[in-house]
């Protein structure tokens, strides 16, 4: 997201903040039996909590909270102001944070990349990140990286002495864009201060077909 490179190329390239700060922690906290092959997040009142085994006695957790940009926050007091802020979630979140070394624990702002018209210049292109870089809200940031890289090598071997860049954008940009928006957008739901009634029973309404056709359009690569 910060490339030196894009910053050379596009000057007028911007990061956006999407006003959600979130802490990361990893924990030597083994998980219950029946959350051990399971990710998922808890959403409160513009509060979220998310979890993930990530290995045999490891667990992974992240909170996002809504908050001023570079905000700071002391590290001392950093499970304190966690453990207040999610104090009416279930028991096993604050569990989580208690036993979480302070030293494990990192804080980072939210950003994505204002979409770009073009993604390179000559013989040059951005993928991944550097280009079209988003919100970690469909975990996709990394999985689009590969998928650059998957059909940038495809098309220059089916297309030696030839600079494809402009096939390569053309070919990505509507699954980029999809990932970048809807990533945007969930963020911005999760966070709701008003309408959380409604937003829930929207949520649970939505057609099972529909959810596949929008799972199939995310992992599906097309040729």
Not at 54 to 82: C, G, H, I, M, P
Not at 100 to 105: F, G, K, R
Not at 163 to 183: D, G, P, T, W
């Amino acid at each position: 997201m910060n490339s030196k490179v894009r910053q050379q190329l596009f000057p007028e390239s911007r990061k956006r903040y999407s006003g959600q700060t979130c802490w990361r922690g990893i924990t030597n906290m083994v998980l219950e039996d029946d959350l051990l092959h399971q990710g998922f997040e808890l959403w409160g009142n513009t509060i979220r909590f998310g979890i993930s085994k990530v290995s045999k006695d490891k667990t992974y957790w992240f909170a996002v909270v809504l908050a001023k940009e570079n905000e700071q926050v002391e590290v001392r007091l950093v499970k304190e102001k966690l453990l207040k802020m999610f104090s009416e979630f279930d028991p096993l979140i604050t569990d989580l944070i208690a036993a979480t070394d302070i030293h494990q624990i990192i804080k980072s702002d939210i950003h994505d990349l204002k979409p770009l018209k073009k993604w390179h210049i000559n013989n040059i292109c951005l993928i991944g990140d550097a280009g079209h870089a988003t919100t970690p809200n469909m975990g996709q940031g990394g999985a689009q990286a590969i998928e650059d890289a998957y059909y940038l090598s495809n098309l220059i071997a089916e297309n030696k002495d030839k600079n494809i860049f402009e096939l390569f954008q053309q070919k990505r940009q509507k699954k980029v864009s999809l990932v970048v928006n809807q990533s945007w957008m969930t963020g911005k739901m999760a966070h709701w201060k008003y309408g959380q009634g409604f937003r829930n029973f929207i949520l649970k309404s939505v057609p099972k077909a529909i959810i596949n056709k929008k799972m199939i359009a995310l992992y599906q690569l097309q040729k």
